[in-house]
């Protein structure tokens, strides 16, 4: 079965940085967007960034200029860079892809279990 293992999360400081990793596997034959989404406590989930295969990106605003979404297509890869760190960063990350598997031959979005960020002093 497919798989998304994130990994990185952490308590830091504000201010400070942490890198964030979502690796997939299973039988993976191609993956279309990957993205990156929070869930504070007591809020909704909502989409922090996203990559589509040919490297395009989106941001939501509370981020921009601080955190930078990448991907290693060749390693099944994403990466979540956020610099600048603010208390209001803390939540639950969870990364998204949507995958083509030899278990299902069209796209499906696949959910990590999630890694928790906390910033705070």
């Known amino acids: 079965q497919v798989q998304l293992v994130e990994s990185g999360g952490g308590l830091v400081q504000p201010g400070g940085s942490l890198r964030l990793s979502c690796a997939a596997s299973g039988n993976i034959i191609s993956i279309n967007t990957m993205g990156w989404y929070r869930q504070a406590p007591g809020k909704e989930r909502e989409l922090v960034a996203r990559?589509?295969?040919?490297?395009?990106?989106n941001y939501a605003d509370s981020v921009k200029g601080r955190f930078t979404i990448s991907r290693d297509n060749a390693k099944n890869t994403g990466y979540l860079q956020m610099n600048s760190l603010k208390p209001e960063d803390t939540g639950v990350y969870y990364c998204?892809?949507?995958?083509?598997?030899?278990?299902?031959?069209?796209?499906?979005?696949?959910w990590g279990q999630g890694t928790q960020v906390t910033v705070s002093s």
């Open positions: 998204n892809a949507d995958i083509r598997s030899y278990y299902r031959v069209s796209y499906y979005p696949y």
């Open positions: 990559i589509i295969s040919g490297g395009s990106t």
